[in-house]
């Protein structure tokens, strides 16, 4: 089984900066779907950012601030946080989705990295 763990994460104050990292214990495929999201105290789970082989997507609260990206020859993925603000306060969680059938379908989790942003 793929594991994922996450790492980057830390106390940074506003208008700072974090990369955070998603390495795969396994061959992360061109194909697979991964993604960034967040939880913070009291809130639901939230998609931060995601990417495919030929897309990227992004919440509205940090375009422009984050950007997403992954290496496929070292099977990590990476979330570059700029500008960062008090509300991106959160617990990030590193996602792949592999679309397939049967065994060949994977849904894994990381488990999470913290991010505390504050003056």
């Known amino acids: 089984q793929v594991q994922l763990v996450e790492s980057g994460g830390g106390l940074v104050q506003p208008g700072g900066s974090l990369r955070l990292s998603c390495a795969a214990s396994?061959?992360?495929?061109?194909?697979?779907?991964m993604g960034w999201y967040r939880q913070a105290p009291g809130k639901q789970r939230e998609l931060v950012a995601a990417?495919?082989?030929?897309?990227?997507n992004y919440a509205d609260s940090v375009k422009g601030r984050f950007t997403i990206s992954r290496d496929g020859v070292k099977n990590t993925l990476y979330l570059q946080m700029n500008s960062l603000k008090p509300e991106d306060t959160a617990v990030y969680y590193c996602?792949?989705?592999?679309?397939?059938?049967?065994?060949?379908?994977?849904?894994?989790w990381g488990q999470g990295t913290l991010v505390t942003v504050s003056s």
């Open positions: 996602n792949l989705h592999r679309y397939g059938l049967g065994a060949d379908a994977l849904e894994v």
């Open positions: 396994a061959n992360i495929f061109s194909f697979d779907a």
């Open positions: 990417i495919t082989e030929s897309s990227t």
